[in-house]
């Protein structure tokens, strides 16, 4: 591949690459440090390059090779994501995702067809392409907040997983709605069993092929076969799912799923990470390469009303729809800003209803250049939605891990890990603290704690903190997301490690115990038995009946959760389908000799 300058000039493969990474090295950091982020100086290094300058041309042929880089970051995504979590997930994706999507699509269907005079079956592919956001560009921008696990980073991420869905039937509508019917479109029915069967084949691989392949691999120590694995899984399910008319996308995201229990997930991740930073980075800047001025020029008036238009709408359905689901102001508002572009599939479905005749190419370069102006904007979109919420984001701080190491490592320093901490530090013990919170790091400094500023679920914050030279490893979180992050990643590299881990509920409790932890203790568990036994002895039961009452009932706890570790949360109680949570049945002791006969309720998430 070699470009042309507008002299005639050609640029080598190796000089295109140069010039693209020097465009990232400059722009990148520029426009992170002036606050408007990483992803919007890729776009700009690409628009100067390319438009501007004219020194790059070929954009789009760097931009279907760039897509590489959200493939890859599906990847990385799906390694996250458990089978258990994306179940978990169902409403939001099917639920949320279905709304936004369809409301979406209609609504800038019916605008286009009231504005302008485009058939039926051309609005229909322009709404709903439209209404299709940009993966890569808001998965970053959550990565780089810090947000992916925050409730408003689950929500966008569920909409847009839905969204790479919705671009299957999407695509299958284009045959049917050109003026030259169906084409190649093949039997509904076939095309049907060729996606089915992908996905099979992906999931029997995954579930019986991929653990043995990594393990083999593993047992060779040839750190270089590994990495080549890792692309061979990424770019293999990524094909697999292209050639039955899917994503290559959601092949990738689907394989990361089936590998996330993985023993290997981590080494995966850190292998496909580089990968992907610099391939989404360049797929950025090949949408500011891809741009057509000369569209912009010629439609300036059209594109000025059209994007700010498309990006209110599609932020106004997208807060609405999340409201509508339940989730508070703030939620549906960092989601709404954050989802108010159109996305690269957007370029795939207009190109390809371009060349089913549905509208002529000059439309089609329109719709992209409206859709890559609505992506380059969403930064500042992002910036606008924080303006609109109460709460702001917490400073962040530099790491720095001079002097940590000691005998307890504490992760995360909240008010459980503060009354733990004050507990060691009374008895003498060294403890290295880390959180990721800038706020608690800088108040705590005021009341004389040393704690360093670092995110505990990264591997290289771990070790800088010492683990390697702790005793104990006290997990402390609050969010039970990261606890567990925290709790796989340290068994996965440090399996020597002692884990003592704050446990969010009863359910948490088992699965942390399965897990084999050294020790887990539920956050409210003995504060709740305290407060009993105290109001006890306020209506009038002595302080050692009290006692022996609280003692009782923390005994007989310990034997229902030894139970439920080997038959289930369920043992011992009828499971009831319509609630979540089921009540533990409990024994009341009688004054007299304090016997056990009623049964009492506590809730299970106790």
């Not at 609504?107 to 229909?124: E, H, V, Y």
């Not at 439209?130 to 990565?143: C, G, K, M």
């Not at 509508?173 to 050109?178: C, G, T």
């Not at 591997?459 to 800088?464: G, S, W």
């Amino acid at each position: 591949m070699a470009a042309e300058l507008a002299d005639g000039t050609s640029i080598s493969f190796f000089g295109e690459a140069i010039i693209l990474l020097g465009g990232a090295v400059v722009a990148a950091p520029l426009f992170k440090r002036i606050g408007l982020g990483t992803v919007l100086g890729y776009l700009a290094a690409g628009i100067a390059i390319g438009p501007i300058a004219r020194v790059i041309t070929d954009g789009e042929e760097i931009l279907h090779f760039a897509e590489l880089g959200v493939v890859f970051l599906l990847f990385v995504i799906g390694l996250e994501l458990k089978p258990s979590r994306l179940w978990a997930l169902r409403r939001e994706i099917f639920g949320l995702g279905l709304a936004q999507v369809l409301v979406t699509g209609a609504a800038l269907c019916l605008l286009t067809m009231m504005l302008t005079d485009f058939s039926l079956s051309a609005a229909i592919i322009i709404g709903f392409g439209l209404s299709l956001s940009s993966t890569a560009f808001a998965l970053q921008i959550l990565e780089e907040q810090g947000a992916t696990n925050r409730r408003h980073g689950r929500l966008s991420f569920a909409i847009l997983l839905f969204q790479d869905l919705a671009i299957v039937p999407l695509l299958a509508l284009i045959p049917l709605l050109s003026p030259y019917g169906g084409g190649d479109a093949g039997n509904p029915a076939t095309n049907f069993m060729i996606a089915f069967g992908a996905f099979a084949a992906l999931i029997l691989a995954g579930r019986y092929l991929l653990n043995p392949l990594f393990r083999i691999i593993a047992n060779t120590g040839a750190r270089e076969t590994m990495i080549a694995a890792a692309l061979l899984v990424v770019l293999g399910s990524a094909i697999l799912m292209q050639s039955a008319g899917l994503s290559m996308a959601m092949g990738a995201f689907l394989a990361g799923v089936l590998l996330a229990e993985s023993s290997y997930r981590h080494e995966l991740e850190a292998d496909i990470e580089p990968f992907r930073g610099i391939l989404l980075g360049l797929f950025f800047m090949a949408v500011g390469l891809s741009l057509d001025l000369g569209v912009i020029a010629d439609a300036w008036k059209t594109i000025v009303i059209a994007v700010p238009v498309l990006m209110a709408m599609k932020a106004a359905i997208a807060y609405g729809a999340c409201r509508m689901f339940g989730n508070e102001h703030e939620v549906a508002a960092r989601t709404a800003f954050l989802l108010p572009q159109s996305g690269e599939f957007g370029f795939v479905l207009f190109s390809a209803a371009a060349l089913a005749q549905i509208f002529d190419s000059s439309t089609a370069s329109l719709l992209v250049a409206i859709a890559t102006l609505s992506m380059a904007l969403t930064p500042l979109s992002v910036l606008l939605g924080e303006r609109l919420v109460s709460r702001q984001d917490h400073e962040e701080m530099e790491e720095d891990f001079v002097g940590a190491g000691s005998d307890v490592l504490m992760i995360g320093f909240s008010r459980f890990g503060q009354i733990a901490s004050q507990i060691l530090l009374s008895g003498g013990r060294d403890v290295t603290i880390i959180d990721h919170s800038a706020d608690r790091v800088r108040s705590a400094g005021k009341f004389g704690f040393r704690i360093y500023f670092g995110d505990g679920t990264r591997k290289d914050v771990l070790e800088a903190a010492g683990i390697r030279r702790a005793k104990i490893v006290a997990v402390c979180t609050h969010i039970k997301e990261i606890t567990d992050r925290v709790v796989d990643l340290i068994q996965s590299e440090y399996p020597h490690a002692k884990l003592y881990v704050r446990a969010y509920d009863r359910a948490h409790t088992l699965e942390l115990r399965a897990k084999g932890v050294e020790y887990e203790l539920r956050e409210t568990f003995e504060s709740g038995l305290l407060f009993g036994r105290k109001t006890l002895e306020t209506l009038g039961v002595d302080e050692e009946q009290a006692w022996e009452i609280a003692t009782d009932v923390r005994r007989r706890d310990e034997e229902r959760l030894s139970i439920q570790a080997a038959e289930g949360i369920y043992a011992g109680t009828h499971k009831l389908k319509t609630r979540p949570v089921v009540p533990e049945p409990l024994i009341r002791p009688k004054h007299e000799g304090r016997r056990l006969d009623k049964p009492l309720e506590e809730s299970s998430t106790s």
